[in-house]
């Protein structure tokens, strides 16, 4: 259940992240009452998981999960650049979160 909690804390922390960009430095009243919603669902899911998962596993699951959707979606959205060093560097999290999650407790 930790597991999933934690995957859910990911997607609060992609949602957070991607509210950035609309807010406009803060001057947009709804995007920045996203930014600040998802931001604290997903610290405070992440913390939900910290009593049964190792924090720095859980904390780089967490970073990798929401770096990997935000820079996805940012492309899909946003219409950022897709370059073959940015896969790259997706695959290396991704890799990276698997390792962590196969070789962490349960």
Known sequence: MAWLILLVAAA????????????????????T???????????????????RLPVGTAY???TGLGSVGVVTLGI????EPITPARIACIALI????????LAGAD
């Open 76 to 79: 899909i959205l946003f219409d």
């Open 60 to 62: 780089a699951i967490w």
């Open 33 to 51: 009452l996203g930014v600040l919603v998802f931001g604290v669902i997903s610290v405070a899911l992440l913390a939900r998981t910290l009593d």
């Open 94 to 101: 991704v890799t990276g979160v698997v390792g962590l999650r």
């Open 12 to 31: 609060f922390e992609i949602a957070f992240a991607l509210s950035l960009k609309p807010s406009e430095g803060f001057s947009k009243l709804w995007p």
